[in-house]
C-alpha cells in the first residue's frame, strides 16, 4: 500500500518578509533555502507540528493563524508528499530567529523578491508564500482533529 509522508511547513510573514531556513538538502548535499518544515510525528495535531517545527528550525514558539493550503508533491527524490502549509503572524516578533536543530545553518527574513533568486528546496517554497499572499486563508479549524 503507498502511503505518501505527511509534512508541515510554516510561511512566517513579518511586514514585507518571510522567514526562511538555510540547510543542506540531504539528498543532493547542497544548500538551499526552504520554509521552516518537517514531518508530522506520533500523537500531534497538523497545528502542533507546524508549531513545534517552527521551534526546533528557528527558536521561534508561535502558533499558526491559518491553513495556507494543501500541497501533493511528487519530488525529484521519489518520494511523495502531502505538505500542509500553515501561516504564522510574525508581526510582534522582536528577537532574532535561532534554530535548536544542528542540521539548520540559519534562519532569515527575506522578501518575496529575493525568495524568487535563492535555491530553493523545492517549488512549494515559493508557491506556498505566494499562495499565502493570493489565495484565502482557511481558519485552522478547518481540519478536524481528535486528539
Known sequence: MHKPHVTVA????????????KERDKFTATICYNQPAGHLELDETLAQAASRELFEETGLTLTP?????IYNLHAANGIHY???CFLFDGAQITTEPCPKDADIM????HTLEDIKTLPL???LVLKCIEDSLNRP????????DDN
Not at 510554516?10 to 531556513?21: E, P, Q, T, Y
Not at 540559519?106 to 527574513?109: L, N, Q
Not at 486563508?137 to 478536524?144: G, H, W
Open 65 to 69: 493563524i491559518g491553513l495556507v493550503g
Open 82 to 84: 502531502l505538505r500542509f
Open 137 to 144: 486563508i482557511q481558519d485552522v479549524s478547518f481540519i478536524y
Open 10 to 21: 510554516a510561511v512566517v510573514k513579518k511586514g514585507d518578509r518571510f522567514l526562511l531556513v
Open 106 to 109: 540559519s534562519a532569515d527574513w
Open 121 to 123: 528546496r523545492s517549488h
